[in-house]
């Protein structure tokens, strides 16, 4: 059965609010399927390729939502977005995007949170990946992702240099 997971969400929080939010994604088990270190620089796979690909293509597909700094590392994937409500967010309020079951509950999770636009990114990811392995329906990520809201300047700052400095690090 599922275990039952606390949130790290900070309560009361729109997490669709214009605001600037540092996330971080793990590859399942944490094999280093998304590329290799190589004196300090990640180099990518074909499915750390088809990361890059979707992470970019994202101010495209996800009006609202600005990519900041970020880094592939082998076994996982981190990121600093901007949510521009006012582009992201359609008139009229936030909708539903869907209802997930669980083991005797259900959950929605709002429509164009930094939730709902990672759960996407995840899925777009996956399909593609499991493709070129030749692995349908396997999972590639592991279940939900660190975000973090970002609360001031030098927050911001302090997050761009660790993910500057995160393949050099190791």
Same mark, same amino acid.
């Given at each position: 059965?599922?275990?039952?997971?606390?949130?790290?969400?900070?309560?009361?929080?729109?997490?669709?609010?214009?605001?600037?939010?540092?996330?971080?994604?793990?590859?399942?088990?944490?094999?280093?399927?998304?590329?290799?270190?190589?004196?300090?620089?990640?180099?990518?796979?074909?499915?750390?390729?088809?990361?890059?690909?979707?992470?970019?293509?994202?101010?495209?597909?996800?009006?609202?939502?600005?990519?900041?700094?970020?880094?592939?590392?082998?076994?996982?994937?981190?990121?600093?977005?901007?949510?521009?409500?006012?582009?992201?967010?359609?008139?009229?309020?936030?909708?539903?995007?869907?209802?997930?079951?669980?083991?005797?509950?259900?959950?929605?999770?709002?429509? /164009?949170? %930094?939730?709902?636009?990672?759960?996407?990114?995840?899925? &777009?990811?996956?399909? +593609?990946? #499991?493709?070129?392995? =030749?692995?349908?329906?396997?999972?590639?990520?592991?279940?939900?992702?660190?975000? /973090?809201? %970002?609360?001031?300047?030098?927050?911001?700052?302090?997050? &761009?240099?660790?993910? +500057?400095? #995160?393949?050099?690090? =190791?």
């Amino acid at each position: 059965m599922f275990p039952i997971r606390s949130s790290t969400r900070l309560r009361g929080f729109d997490y669709g609010q214009s605001a600037a939010y540092f996330i971080t994604l793990c590859v399942d088990g944490r094999p280093a399927i998304l590329g290799q270190l190589h004196h300090g620089e990640v180099l990518l796979s074909p499915a750390g390729e088809i990361v890059r690909e979707e992470w970019t293509n994202t101010p495209l597909v996800r009006p609202g939502i600005h990519l900041d700094e970020w880094v592939i590392m082998p076994d996982h994937f981190q990121a600093l977005v901007f949510i521009d409500e006012d582009r992201h967010r359609p008139p009229g309020g936030v909708g539903a995007h869907r209802s997930a079951p669980g083991p005797s509950i259900r959950f929605q999770r709002p429509a /164009r949170t %930094i939730g709902s636009f990672i759960a996407q990114f995840k899925s &777009r990811t996956t399909t +593609r990946i #499991n493709i070129i392995r =030749g692995t349908p329906s396997a999972r590639v990520w592991q279940r939900g992702c660190h975000d /973090r809201i %970002i609360r001031n300047e030098v927050e911001l700052d302090n997050v &761009r240099s660790y993910i +500057r400095k #995160n393949p050099k690090q =190791g």
